[in-house]
């Protein structure tokens, strides 16, 4: 399975040369997951910078509610180095509403065990379900740790901020930030996020997308609209995503 760290998507005709620089996530936020579950505790807060237990003995197939603000980024990990307590091997995090739409998956990030990054584009709950490969349930006692790992400031926009290509075989630079995107598209999901540029092609014909990227290991997805469709998140088409 591919990790996609970064998401970056294209407001343009045509495409030139990019030079990107980027921050590892924390975690996976890979799309898709397990489904069901039987919840167990009420609804859990936090601010802590630092890992917190979520509800201490939690089986496998069932799910804690957390609240979230829309803008803060949290992570939900069973790492032993964050201090969870894994009692079976291959466990599995699904992140979803309380509809159950599904927002974040994740699956052997630290060995065997997983860990969610998430930056929350609403304000409300959400449930972690923990299963055991593949979306078992097993009666044994683990206790899930969750921080908040950043926030404030609003939820992130990828309108806010747009760049423009003067012209073809003329490099743009970007750093993309640590922390989630806030568009959900294309086949991956990845949690990177979003940066939009904005480009008119002076001749008509193929135009390619040259990257070079400082991250060892690093996807980055492009995706393209006409300009005239507007900046928001919807209305793209996926091109491709370019490793390294």
């Known amino acids: ?3 996609y760290k970064l998401f970056t998507y294209m407001l343009i005709l045509g495409l030139c040369m990019f030079n990107v620089g980027s921050v590892n996530a924390q975690g996976q936020c890979f799309f898709g997951g397990c489904f069901g579950g039987v919840p167990y505790g009420g609804a859990l807060s936090t601010t802590s910078s630092t890992f917190v237990g979520a509800m201490s003995c939690t089986f496998g197939g069932e799910y804690n509610t957390f609240n979230v603000t829309a803008g803060n980024s949290y992570e939900w990990s069973m790492c032993p180095a964050d201090g969870a307590t894994a009692a079976f091997f291959d466990d599995q995090l699904t992140l979803r ?3 159950g739409t599904q927002l974040c998956y994740s699956d052997d990030f630290c ?7 998430w930056t929350a584009t609403f304000t409300g709950q959400v ?18 740790v969750w921080r908040q790992s950043g ?8 309108c806010a901020s747009i760049s423009p290509i003067s012209a073809c075989n003329v490099p743009v630079s970007t750093v993309i930030a640590s922390g989630n995107g806030a568009w959900a598209n294309g086949p991956f999901s990845p949690p990177g996020k979003e940066k939009v540029y904005t480009f008119t ?12 990227v400082n991250t060892t290991g690093t996807y980055i ?24």
């Open 1 to 3: 399975m591919k990790l």
């Open 97 to 99: 509403t309380t509809s």
């Open 111 to 117: 060995g065997a065990n997983a860990k969610i990054s």
């Open 127 to 144: 449930q972690v379900l923990l299963t055991q490969y593949n979306c078992l349930s097993t009666v044994a006692c683990n206790t899930m």
């Open 151 to 158: 926030g404030g400031g609003g939820a992130f926009d990828p």
């Open 201 to 212: 092609p002076i001749a008509t014909g193929n135009y390619t997308i040259t990257q070079s």
């Open 221 to 244: 997805d492009y995706f393209f609209k006409p300009q005239s469709s507007g900046c928001s998140s919807t209305g793209w088409t996926f091109v491709q995503d370019i490793f390294g």
